[in-house]
T-cell receptor, first 112, second 114 residues
Framework: KNQVEQSPQSLIILEGKNCTLQ??????????LRWYKQDTGRGPVSLTI?????NTKSNGRYTATLDADTKQSSLHITASQLSDSASYIC???????????FGKGNQVVVIP | ETGVTQTPRHLVMGMTNKKSLKCEQH?????MYWYKQSAKKPLELMFV???????ENNSVPSRFSPECPNSSHLFLHLHTLQPEDSALYLC?????????????FGPGTRLTVL
């Protein structure tokens, strides 16, 4: 079983609407959690990083939350734009050697 | 040229061919990584190099052979691949192997094995 589970696997949203992506993890010991955005045909790019003590982190219209007790994170996209169409990957780092556990990604398609 | 670059961006090869993937980072980093990304599967770590030394081989078949001549360059030599090796191969780099150093990814090489 994968240590990082993301839901929904894919979703389609109308331009201008909001959406929330979920990430549950079992990685231990926890070091930090990142959300990456991967455009089609490109490599992943980091959006946010959160450590154990951080509950929320924003990057423009992207807001990530972390509940380290329940081992859950979410990524909220506000007022979606066509350029938000991408795969959003939850990545959890364990321990001190930067070993990363990747989710399969949430595939988001924004339509006009 | 900035960031992490990869060449070629697309590669089609037969099972008997030999080819190489190239990665170059212009960030002054000391750690470099090869990942395999298959459809609907999480990224799979293949190899890790830290200060030019291979520190991790994640049970990768010997038909994949990495080479790291210096901290800026990383190669993945391919020979006698199988169709199931078709995937997006991503290179990444970070300051070093420690956490929480961000890994910066290249655009990937889309590999198709016929």
């Amino acid at each position: 079983k994968n240590q990082v589970e993301q839901s929904p696997q894919s979703l389609i949203i109308l331009e201008g609407k909001n959406c929330t992506l979920q990430c549950n993890y079992t990685v231990s010991p926890f070091s930090n959690l990142r959300w990456y955005k991967q455009d089609t045909g490109r490599g992943p790019v980091s959006l946010t990083i959160m450590t154990f003590s951080e509950n929320t982190k924003s990057n423009g219209r992207y807001t990530a939350t972390l509940d380290a007790d329940t081992k859950q994170s979410s990524l909220h996209i506000t007022a979606s734009q066509l350029s938000d169409s991408a795969s959003y990957i939850c990545v959890v780092s364990a321990g001190g050697n930067n070993r990363l556990a990747f989710g399969k990604g949430n595939q988001v398609v924004v339509i006009p | 040229e900035t960031g992490v670059t990869q060449t070629p961006r697309h590669l089609v090869m037969g099972m008997t061919n030999k080819k190489s993937l190239k990665c170059e980072q212009h960030l002054g980093h000391n750690a470099m990584y090869w990942y395999k990304q298959s459809a609907k599967k999480p990224l799979e770590l293949m190899f890790v190099y830290n200060f030019k030394e291979q520190t991790e081989n994640n049970s990768v078949p010997s038909r994949f052979s990495p080479e790291c001549p210096n901290s800026s360059h990383l190669f993945l030599h391919l020979h006698t691949l199988q169709p199931e090796d078709s995937a997006l191969y991503l290179c990444a780099s970070s300051q070093d192997r420690g956490s929480p150093n961000e890994q910066f990814f290249g655009p990937g090489t889309r590999l198709t094995v016929l």
